[in-house]
């Protein structure tokens, strides 16, 4: 239905590794976003991708929203021990709605110095 | 400008109990949104509320209800507490239909 599929749930990688969590839905998203969760914190938000194949960039951290709008990925390049944390996506409800979102399972990086 | 504030941070209760858990949106916001994070089910919706009205309702047994006050603060209630309801909820706060969400500490709720 409105799910969202997340994968990896975990990855391990020592600092400097680069970093990739994809995330896909089998029916079309209106926009994606994306949240960082630090241990024992609380999500924060990263970013929203609205247009088809759109690709945007935050100092390392790259996001693209697949042609279809139908997947996503995170790709942090040359991680650091502060990428360490839960990273998700969310798909919106649309519509009327400010605040429902339908959120992946996560994606759990750890960082190893 | 204050981020969302979520009180109390740490709540113990036994099975039976009703907990009411109170959440601040930023100033300006109107929608307030509730989520249920525990291991095993991951951040699930729990309702939200724009203009004291509630918008949209999850997939949760009406134990778990929920307020808007005229000040957009916001109040969820969980009757009859069982123990898988133990679980870190957390409040969010929004601008803008389908835009980001700005999330509270969230208050971190035990049931023994």
């Known amino acids: 239905g409105q799910q969202v599929m997340q994968i990896p749930q975990y990855q391990h990688v020592q600092e400097g590794e680069d970093f990739t969590t994809y995330c896909n839905s089998s029916t079309t998203l209106s926009n994606i976003q994306w949240y960082k969760q630090r241990p024992g914190g609380h999500p924060v938000f990263l970013i929203q991708l609205v247009k088809s194949g759109e690709v945007k960039k935050q100092k390392r951290l790259t996001f693209q929203f697949g042609e279809a709008k139908k997947n996503s990925s995170l790709h942090i390049t040359a991680t650091q021990t502060t990428d360490v944390g839960t990273y998700f996506c969310?798909?919106?409800?649309?519509?009327?709605?400010?605040?429902?979102?339908?959120f992946g399972q996560g994606t759990i990086l750890t960082v190893h110095p | 400008k204050a981020g969302v504030t979520q009180t109390p941070r740490y709540l113990i209760k036994t099975r039976g109990q009703q907990v009411t858990l109170s959440c601040s949106p930023i100033s300006g916001h109107r929608s307030v949104s509730w989520y249920q994070q525990t291991p095993g089910q991951g951040l699930q919706f729990l309702f939200e509320y724009f203009s004291e009205t509630q918008r949209n309702k999850g997939n949760f047994p009406g134990r778990f209800s929920g307020r808007q006050f005229s000040n957009s603060r916001s109040e969820m209630n969980v009757s009859t507490l069982e123990l898988g309801d133990s679980a870190l909820y957390l409040c969010?706060?929004?601008?803008?239909?389908?835009?980001?969400?700005?999330f509270g500490s969230g208050t971190q709720l035990s049931v023994l």
């Open positions: 969310a798909r919106a409800a649309g519509g009327t709605s400010y605040g429902k979102l339908t």
């Open positions: 969010a706060s929004s601008l803008e239909q389908n835009e980001k969400l700005f």
